[in-house]
């Protein structure tokens, strides 16, 4: 529900109409109010780290759009009232092809309902936190009153955010009354925070008033632009009228959802760990042969050092912690037998980019047996030490 600024001349808040009036008089945001509003909200899930969030009044979906890239969201719900708009931009939450090359760690799934933001559907029942921007004056006083019962008695979620725009920096913009034709309301600071403190105080939530869009020099005394009001639950019991009523209710209509690939299905881990052992033991095979051919050029051999930081195996043109150089020291040594190049499980578990995924030699050697060549009793990766298509400077 969220007004179109971004498609407006000089990002202004009010209605094209604005064009007939003197430019001087037209009020800039930078960047655009509705890019400050969505930044506000990205800024609260960077110091909150929600796992389950919802955008009520979603639109066309650009909040939940920059929200999907963070890793700790593994919920991500929009629900609106306009099916069209859901219809028609459902396909910007799919995943891209990067997102499969590169699986998040946690899963993620994206899912659109089209419905009112005043009716109970228990689907968003245990939210870590709900957005509703530039949401509340565009319904009327019916659904206004019903809106606290639903969002903050039903759903109550740890976090609610709520922008609106605030009357007082109206007369700053030029032949505006009301900045959208379809807004029922616009409140003043006080109106707002008025009724804000009235449903914290009856739902047993704190809130915080701030804003953005500031004003310009001369006129500080309008404040913001837009007023947010940030609640949080208190600790303590729920209501008990709404606790009794947590049952499921499914009124929303699911117009679109999608999952992402994550590290946690079984497939994806699987893709990402036998891409990164290949990756890891042809580093190791190729630092090993250049090792070789060094040596061959000695003449006089110099005995072997043991300055962690000159070994061939520990240094593959990355920066390790000295933590990670002791643990890759602990770990067995690649070898050769023959014209072949064996590296130890427990060796490539010990890099950092394996060591990551937490898993154990029985578990990396279940996931990628099918995949690579294992040794005889499958404690190391096994391959050619030369191959057709490597450098060689001597046949140059």
Not at 224 to 248: L, M, N, R, W
Request: proline share 7%; charged share 25%.
């Amino acid at each position: 529900m969220e007004m179109e600024e971004k498609n407006m001349l000089c990002s202004s808040v009010v209605a094209p109409n604005f064009e007939e009036v003197c430019p001087e008089k037209v009020i800039k945001f930078k960047p655009p109010l509705y890019k400050q509003r969505y930044q506000f909200v990205r800024d609260l899930v960077d110091r909150h780290g929600p796992k389950k969030v919802a955008d009520l009044g979603c639109g066309d979906t650009e909040l939940l759009r920059l929200l999907k890239i963070y890793p700790c969201i593994q919920l991500l719900v929009g629900v609106d009232i306009d099916v069209e708009k859901l219809q028609s931009n459902g396909h910007h939450l799919s995943p891209y092809l990067g997102e499969f090359v590169k699986p998040r760690d946690l899963d993620l799934t994206v899912t659109l309902y089209h419905g009112s933001v005043v009716e109970r559907d228990s689907r968003l029942l245990g939210f870590d936190l709900i957005t509703c921007i530039e949401l509340i004056e565009h319904l009327d006083s019916n659904d206004l009153a019903r809106f606290p019962e639903v969002v903050f008695g039903y759903l109550s979620p740890a976090m609610i955010v709520i922008s609106t725009p605030n009357s007082e920096f109206n007369p700053l913009f030029p032949t505006v009354t009301l900045r959208d034709a379809d807004h029922k309301f616009e409140w003043s600071r006080v109106e707002f925070q008025t009724w804000a403190l009235q449903v914290a105080n009856r739902y047993n939530y704190c809130v915080e008033f701030t804003g953005v869009g500031e004003p310009p020099v001369g006129a500080e005394h309008v404040g913001y632009c837009t007023q947010i009001g940030v609640f949080q639950k208190s600790s303590g019991k729920a209501p008990e009228s709404c606790a009794a009523e947590q049952h499921d209710q499914h009124v929303y209509k699911a117009v679109y959802t999608t999952t992402y690939p994550s590290l946690q299905q079984e497939k994806m881990l699987k893709f990402v760990l036998v891409g990164e052992v290949l990756i890891q033991v042809d580093r190791l095979r190729l630092r090993h042969g250049r090792m070789l051919r060094e040596r061959k050029k000695e003449e006089s051999p110099k005995p072997p050092t043991t300055d962690p930081s000159r070994n061939p195996h520990l240094v593959l043109g990355t920066v390790f912690t000295e933590a990670e150089k002791t643990r890759i020291e602990g770990s067995p040594q690649p070898f050769c037998e023959g014209d072949k190049f064996f590296v130890p499980l427990q060796r490539l578990l010990a890099y950092p980019k394996l060591h990551r995924f937490h898993v154990g030699e029985e578990r990396l050697r279940a996931l990628i047996a099918d995949s690579v060549c294992l040794s005889s009793d499958g404690s190391a990766v096994v391959v050619d030490l030369h191959n057709s298509w490597d450098y060689r400077p001597e046949e140059n």
